[in-house]
């Protein structure tokens, strides 16, 4: 089982939908969880840090089940430049090494 | 510069051929990863440094690939005797310390094509 895995999609959307990704990880001592935004021949940038008690920023919402070993992200009133690839990053405990998951491909067509 | 420099943002090479890829770090970071991304594929770990200390090699796939950082800043990759499989971009991404709560921040890659 890989340490990070994704759905790659792609997910195909409308404009204004909601869409949600989810991300499972096998590593129960993992510790630190993050977003990435990847666009086509882009190099990846972060879009949210993922926190215990879930965090959100405008339409942007991330949560993390330890319990399950999920982590989620969900975007509402999705826009056009919002289609690109989102990595799902997970970091052990006392690793300095973040592990990537594929990627999960989001298209939002008018 | 503000963000991590990578070069040659582009590199066309022989099979065979040895290749030096470069990446500076934001300044005063003292973690250094590099990455390499296949077409259609996840990001790779490759080697991380951290300050002055042991590079963590674990990611390299063959001893072909080789990496060293100079004085704690710039970064240098190295391939020798490249083949077609080492086709990717290779990304350099550099954060404040490396370990948990720290960002990373990527360069825009070097793209390597064996021909």
């Known amino acids: 089982r890989k340490e990070v895995e994704q759905d790659p999609g792609p997910f195909n959307v409308p404009e204004g939908a909601t869409v949600a990704f989810n991300c499972t990880y096998s590593?129960?001592?993992?510790?630190?969880f993050f977003w990435y935004r990847q666009d086509c021949r882009k190099e990846p940038k972060l879009l949210m840090s993922?926190?215990?008690s879930g965090n959100e920023d405008g339409r942007f919402t991330a949560q993390l089940n330890r319990a399950s070993q999920y982590i989620s992200l969900l975007i509402r009133d999705s826009k056009l430049s919002d289609s690109a690839t989102y990595l799902c990053?997970?970091?052990?405990?006392?690793?300095?090494?973040?592990?990537f998951g594929r990627g999960t491909s989001l298209i939002v067509h008018p | 510069g503000a963000g991590v420099s990578q070069s040659p943002s582009n590199k066309v090479t022989e099979k065979g051929k040895d290749v030096e890829l470069r990446c500076d770090p934001i300044?005063?970071?003292?973690?250094l990863y590099w990455y390499r991304q296949s077409l259609g594929q996840g990001l790779e770990f490759l080697i991380y440094?951290?300050?002055?200390?042991?590079?963590?090699k674990s990611g390299l796939p063959s001893d072909r690939f080789s990496a060293e950082r100079t004085g704690g800043s710039v970064s240098t990759l190295t391939i020798q005797r490249t083949q077609q499989e080492d086709s990717a971009v290779y990304l350099c991404?550099?954060?404040?310390?490396?370990?948990?709560?720290?960002?990373?921040?990527f360069g825009e890659g070097s793209w390597l094509t064996v021909v």
């Open positions: 993922v926190y215990s």
């Open positions: 590593n129960s001592a993992s510790q630190s």
């Open positions: 991404a550099s954060s404040s310390q490396g370990g948990a709560g720290n960002t990373i921040y």
């Open positions: 300044s005063g970071h003292t973690a």
């Open positions: 440094f951290q300050g002055n200390s042991a590079p963590d």
């Open positions: 990053v997970v970091l052990r405990g006392g690793s300095y090494i973040p592990t």
